[in-house]
Nanobody
Framework: QVQLVESGGGLVQAGGSLRLSCAAS????????MGWFRQAPGREREFVSA????????NYADSVKGRFTISRDSAKNTVYLQMISLKPEDTAVYYC???????????????????WGQGTQVTVSS
């Protein structure tokens, strides 16, 4: 199993920045794909970014490309989502997720991820 705990959310003005963290524990050594998703009220959970650290594949949703960056600190077993130039439409609960069965590439589909964090709220005011 993999346990994921997100942190770093908050209230920020449009144009501001936040860095989300996702601390992973458990069976992390064989987990190559980590992703970030978000869910706004009344909307479905949507893909934000994912990276496969085995092959280096990184994907971003078009809506965040150029503004968000996924990274990790292997020593801390922590994955980050750096967000800049935030917009009100970025407001959502952000979830970290692990796909423990994928060896290559990444997925944009939530059901392909088998472990999820509890989520952290990001609110961007206009």
């Amino acid at each position: 199993q993999v346990q994921l705990v997100e942190s770093g959310g908050g209230l920020v003005q449009a144009g501001g920045s936040l860095r989300l963290s996702c601390a992973a524990s458990g069976r992390t050594s064989s987990t190559y794909v980590m992703g970030w998703f978000r869910q706004a009220p009344g909307r479905e959970r949507e893909f934000v970014s994912a990276r496969n650290w085995r092959g280096g594949t990184t994907n971003y949703a078009d809506s965040v490309k150029g503004r968000f960056t996924i990274s990790r600190d292997s020593a801390k077993n922590t994955v980050y989502l750096q967000m800049i130039s935030l917009k009100p439409e970025d407001t959502a609960v952000y979830y970290c997720a692990a796909d423990t069965s994928r060896l290559w590439g990444t997925s944009r589909i939530p059901v392909d991820y088998d472990y999820w964090g509890q989520g952290t709220q990001v609110t961007v005011s206009s």
